[in-house]
């Protein structure tokens, strides 16, 4: 099993929607979570922190299940500048520090 | 404040040179990472630098090697390329963090194109 994985997408929604993505991750040590956002040919930025069960902010919230292993992002009320690749990031077990990112899931919103 | 800044921007090589990246991590971090984006994969770590050591390392070949400054900034070399290192290569810096791990803030990436 891959360290991280992230359905690739693409997911294609209408504006106004909302839209959830899960990450799994196979090292059950990890303590803090990362979701990144990614626009095509940047780098990427930082979207949210989540260092306990989840974390929102504004439109978008990030729970984590410890049980089952996985993480999710939702995102309410989806614009058209969501449009972009979203990268789950949980921390390397022993290896603390190294992030280790997934392949991403790409997020189309069309009007 | 300045963030994490990457040069050169752009550069293209040709099989069998070398290559050196540098980067300059945001102001207050004091460890920088370094990640391979080849298109429409998610960044794959190579390896990270804190005091001047390298600390973790991905599943590079040696040909990837680096190093970090006093001043923490870093530098990335690759020796005999290959067309397959053609790829974004992104520096990342963040903040040793006793309690959690900090999250990593980007340059905007150096594109290398190896011909």
Known sequence: RKEVEQDPGPFNVPEGATVAFNCTYSNSASQSFFWYRQDCRKEPKLLMSVYSSGNEDGRFTAQLNRASQYISLLIRDSKLSDSATYLCVPPDGDSSYKLIFGSGTRLLVRP | ?115
């Open chain 2, 1 to 115: 404040d300045a963030g994490v800044t990457q040069s050169p921007t752009h550069l293209i090589k040709t099989r069998g040179q070398q290559v050196t990246l540098r980067c300059s991590p945001k102001s207050g971090h004091d460890t920088v990472s370094w990640y391979q984006q080849a298109l429409g994969q998610g960044p794959q770590f190579i390896f990270q630098y804190y005091e001047e050591e390298e600390r973790q390392r991905g599943n590079f070949p040696d040909r990837f090697s680096g190093h970090q400054f006093p001043n923490y900034s870093s530098e990335l070399n690759v020796n005999a390329l290959l067309l397959g290192d053609s790829a974004l290569y992104l520096c990342a810096s963040s903040r040793r963090d006793s309690t959690y791990n900090s999250p990593l803030h980007f340059g905007n990436g150096t594109r290398l194109t190896v011909t």
